[in-house]
Nanobody
Framework: QVQLVESGGGLVQAGGSLRLSCVASRSIWSFYSMGWYRQAPGKQRELVAGIFRGGSLNYVDSVKGRFTISRDNPKNTMYLQMNSLKSEDTAVYYC?????????WGQGTQVTVSS
């Protein structure tokens, strides 16, 4: 079983920054991939940024140049640095991880960007 716990969400003005953290209950080296997802009201959950075991990264076009995904292996923690936030970034952000064919989710953290 894998537990993922997110933190760092909150209310921020447009143009501001937030850093989300996701702490895993086991070594993140063991995960095939990890990622940050978000779900806005009335919309489907989407992948915002992903990081694979080998280190490759991917981002959804709408956040490229503004968001940065990273990980700290000794701390079993993944981060999402979000800069130049826009109102359309408002959503619940979830941490996800894939391991041995299974996918695990955190409980989510709310990010609200006021314009």
């Amino acid at each position: 079983q894998v537990q993922l716990v997110e933190s760092g969400g909150g209310l921020v003005q447009a143009g501001g920054s937030l850093r989300l953290s996701c702490v895993a209950s086991r070594s993140i080296w063991s995960f095939y991939s990890m990622g940050w997802y978000r779900q806005a009201p009335g919309k489907q959950r989407e992948l915002v940024a992903g990081i694979f075991r080998g280190g490759s990264l991917n981002y959804v076009d709408s956040v490229k140049g503004r968001f940065t995904i990273s990980r700290d292996n000794p701390k079993n923690t993944m981060y999402l640095q979000m800069n130049s936030l826009k109102s359309e970034d408002t959503a619940v952000y979830y941490c996800g991880a894939t391991l041995d064919g299974g996918h695990y989710w955190g409980q989510g953290t709310q990010v609200t960007v006021s314009s």
